[in-house]
């Protein structure tokens, strides 16, 4: 089956501190992995994908496929990093027709 | 914040009626997805169109119905079948593949 799951529902850390937020997946295939954002009151947008390899406003994730996993990693938090993010995946052939299957996202909250 | 719109922002409908979302883009994008979210359960897609007058279902497209007759429009109707359709409606599309952009979203509410 395919699956992503974040197992928290909510990441409370303090301003500075380095944050990490899970992501584990069962897919049958290659799939490709990508991490949304969602801030208040904005639009859900796309923070990065694995295949890029980029990073983005200092998030990092690396696809280790041993352990099926795309952890979302960031060595010091801002308190404008206090979002909602989702995990997802999407599989890499045309016929799966570019859809995206979540995670149940999880709440980071930076403190000050 | 162009591209892509979803109207309205707000929806309230009586228990049994049907009710159409809209859902708009300028991207030239083939691709168009309609998901729900609901809190604690991540979005979750309940149909995708890859091309005009073609769409397939999601994983929960019971209750809904939609519609591919323009590239730019992909409407969404949560019919009087759908158990439970107060939730919080959102609309993407994509080049096949690559980044899907979403919509402000439409947020529901049958009593």
């Known amino acids: 089956a395919q699956r992503v799951t974040q197992p928290e529902k909510l990441l409370s850390v303090f301003k500075g501190a380095p944050v990490e937020l899970k992501c584990n997946y069962s897919y049958s295939g290659s799939p490709e992995l990508f991490w949304y954002v969602q801030y208040s009151r904005q639009r859900l947008q796309l923070l990065l994908r694995h295949i890029s390899r980029e990073s983005i406003k200092g998030f990092t994730a690396d696809l280790n496929k041993g352990e099926t996993s795309f952890h979302l990693k960031k060595p010091f938090a801002q308190e404008e990093d206090s979002a909602m993010y989702y995990c997802a995946l999407s599989g890499l052939s045309y016929n799966q027709g570019g859809k995206l299957i979540f995670g149940q996202g999880t709440e980071l909250s930076v403190k000050p | 914040d162009g591209g892509i719109t979803q109207s309205p922002k707000y929806l309230f409908r009586k228990e049994g009626q049907n009710v159409t979302l809209s859902c708009e883009q300028n991207?030239?994008?083939?691709?168009m997805y309609w998901y729900r979210q609901d809190p604690g359960q991540g979005l979750r897609l309940i149909y995708y169109s890859q091309i005009v007058n073609d769409f397939q279902k999601g994983d929960i497209a019971e209750g809904y119905s939609v519609s591919r007759e323009k590239k730019e429009s992909f409407p969404l109707t949560v019919t009087s079948a759908q158990k439970n359709p107060t939730a919080f409606y959102l609309c993407?599309?994509?080049?096949?593949?690559?980044?899907?952009?979403f919509g402000p979203g439409t947020r529901l509410t049958v009593t």
């Open positions: 991207l030239n994008h083939d691709a």
């Open positions: 993407a599309s994509s080049i096949p593949g690559y980044e899907q952009y």
